[in-house]
């Protein structure tokens, strides 16, 4: 779902980048944006955490526009499924899992075969 959010400030965030929007949920005014790829966070007014609503989307658009009431950014995002973004997550885990054994497996040793056993005798 596509989302327009107009922020009473400069909150420039790049196109592509995922966010996580703070929104207050009195007025749905928008509080914080952090901006978690590059570990920013902006924050416009203070509220307690059991006042706010936290929900996470990618940037599809960033305008910022000076006015003579200050300066204003819209935001363009695209709100991000946690069920998804959870899979993704554990997808490319397995992933760099695997490929790290691989790695252990080539620079471990284990292509040679095993030492042979001597028998024992008492």
């Known amino acids: 779902m596509e989302r327009k959010l107009v922020i009473a400030g400069s909150a420039p965030v790049p196109r592509g980048n995922r966010v996580e929007i703070a929104q207050a949920r009195a007025d749905g005014e928008v509080v914080a944006v952090h901006d978690l790829d590059r570990g920013i966070l902006r924050t416009l007014r203070e509220l307690p955490r059991d006042h706010v609503d936290l929900w996470r989307a990618t940037v599809r658009d960033c305008a910022i526009v000076e006015t003579a009431r200050g300066v204003r950014t819209t935001l ?15 997808s490319e885990a397995d992933a760099a899992a695997a490929a790290a054994k691989a790695e252990s497996d080539r620079w471990g040793g284990s292509d040679r075969p095993p030492a042979e056993t001597t028998e024992r005798f008492w």
């Open 76 to 90: 363009t995002v695209i709100a991000v499924d946690a069920a998804g973004s959870a899979a993704d997550a554990l």
